[in-house]
């Protein structure tokens, strides 16, 4: 899993732009069958659906936090705006990339004013993002658009290279959310492909979630699941609460979440997942969330209502160039899932 996980985090894939991410899924698919819409989400199935069945969709999204060009000005320098939820000062000196028309990407610098410049007012300010710029080490706007080939509308993306430390089953690099959830869908694809499983079970790896939850809209008017469960690259909280706040920590097991901005949780559904993490002796971790969402936002009010649960695996410092996250969490949220898929028939998701 890890090598499938490497190579979804170092893929680059703003919203809207997630081609790189969807090549890694179809090099990875298998026996699975592939297929995507004209908005780039992508579905993987074992095949042709029983309609007496019910239907599981699994849910992780493709893109992740990224940015657009929004202007060149003459000294050569990209100004940008986000495609997410940024803290503008996670964004200064950071490297990011920026495709340019011929789909290569380009290597930049987040600049801001040196220090030796700035009035003591300038260092007090609260930095705002119209004062960062993108240097591609230009020096006008004619070399940037003419020998870089960059224009504005072009995505920019964080720059980092996926590391592994096996001696602590620590992950580094980027995009964990929610590279790390689509990891976790086509894993538990995988593991449940022999099996002579009750429920029809449809991976849709939604585009553009960072933006809006938008490809959801899409995916679960199209799959229109009974139930779903959505995968998630959840925010660490275990670095800033005491043991009796954290509900997020690395090497806690899967986040269990009950409530966020987006939606309120099926409380039947939670309570049959946590019964099958205890039956298993899974670990795992229950949440509140006063802000943030998810796909579940857009999935739970499509068709006739779909009762979701969201498994989340804690990510230090989502949102940022460089995450960290527990490969054991990973593990006992496929673990979970596919216990819970294992154990779901018609009777039980009728019930819910």
Known sequence: MIELIKDLSNAYGAPGFEDEVLEVVERYKGNMKYERDKMMNVYLSYGKRDENKPTIMLDGHLDEV???????DAKGLIK??????????????????????????IKGIVSSKPPHFMTQ???NKKIDIEMLSIDVGATSREEVINDFKIEVGAPIVPFVEFEYNEKNGTMLGKAFDNRLGCAAAMEVMKRLEREAL??????ALATQEE????GAYVTSNRVKPDIAIVFEGSPADDTFTDTYRTQCGLNLGPQIRYRDSSYVSHHRFISFAREVAEESNIPY???????????AGRIHLSNKGVPVLVLGIPVRYVHTHHCFAKIKDLENTVKLAVEIIKKMD???????
Do not use: H
């Open 285 to 295: 971790q229950n949440a509140i969330r006063l802000s943030g969402g998810t796909n």
């Open 66 to 72: 990224a940015f657009m060009v929004q202007f060149i």
């Open 121 to 123: 007012e300038e260092r």
């Open 211 to 214: 933006v809006g939850t938008r």
């Open 80 to 105: 940008f705006i986000p495609l997410g939820g940024w803290v503008v000062d996670n964004i200064a000196a950071q490297l990011v990339m920026v495709k340019n028309r011929e789909g290569k990407y």
């Open 198 to 203: 009750k429920v029809n079970l449809i991976t």
């Open 346 to 352: 018609k009777e039980i998701c009728d019930a819910f």
